[in-house]
């Protein structure tokens, strides 16, 4: 018995249609077992950013200057010096890559810190210094006091333009 309408014994050109509805059932239990799952997931807390920093204007904070050690073809090859960006400790230098120079860091972030209510630091650096380097001034920080120790950075050219 044939069930098409060609001649005897020709060739069926008919969609086999069974094998996809197959396929597409399995996907469909797929994701409905899956999607209590991704929906329990963990969630979160995002930060939230505003445009500018809010700072009180009455509150005091260490900032450090973390500058970039450069070769002659201006390529960064190491940390260089940790400047204190105050206007009365202009002379204060220290280097990250000294064991003596990250003790005196270290305490010198611990008699600042401890003066203020925020114990916090943030670090102006080279945008391009390894982080690796970075990250051994947050652990010297957090050794002398800080709770918390930030980088700040600059605030795009393009959006400052944008809105004027």
């Known amino acids: 018995m044939d069930a098409g309408?060609?001649?005897?014994?020709?060739?069926?050109?008919?969609?086999?249609?069974?094998?996809?509805?197959d396929i597409?059932?399995?996907?469909?239990?797929?994701?409905?077992?899956?999607?209590?799952?991704?929906?329990?997931?963990?969630?979160?807390?995002?930060?939230?950013?505003?445009?500018?920093?809010?700072?009180?204007?009455?509150?005091?904070?260490?900032?450090?200057?973390?500058?970039?050690?450069?070769?002659?073809?201006?390529?960064?090859?190491?940390?260089?010096?940790?400047?204190?960006d105050d206007k009365d400790a202009k002379d204060l230098t220290f280097f990250i890559n000294n064991e003596g120079q990250r003790q005196q860091l270290e305490d010198f972030v611990n008699r600042n810190v401890s003066m203020l209510s925020q114990k916090v630091v943030f670090v102006k650096?080279?945008?391009?210094?390894?982080?690796?380097?970075?990250n051994e001034l947050f652990q010297v920080c957090r050794k002398g006091g800080a709770d918390e120790a930030s980088i700040v950075t600059s605030e795009d050219k393009d959006v400052k333009e944008g809105s004027k």
């Not at 309408?5 to 509805?21: A, C, Q, R």
């Open 24 to 84: 597409v059932l399995v996907l469909l239990i797929i994701f409905i077992v899956i999607t209590p799952a991704v929906n329990s997931s963990v969630k979160l807390p995002l930060a939230k950013h505003s445009p500018k920093a809010e700072k009180n204007k009455d509150e005091k904070y260490l900032t450090l200057l973390f500058q970039s050690k450069r070769n002659d073809k201006y390529e960064v090859i190491g940390p260089g010096p940790i400047l204190i």
């Open 5 to 21: 309408g060609g001649k005897k014994g020709g060739v069926k050109s008919d969609i086999n249609v069974t094998p996809m509805v």
């Open 125 to 134: 650096a080279d945008a391009d210094l390894p982080f690796k380097y970075i």
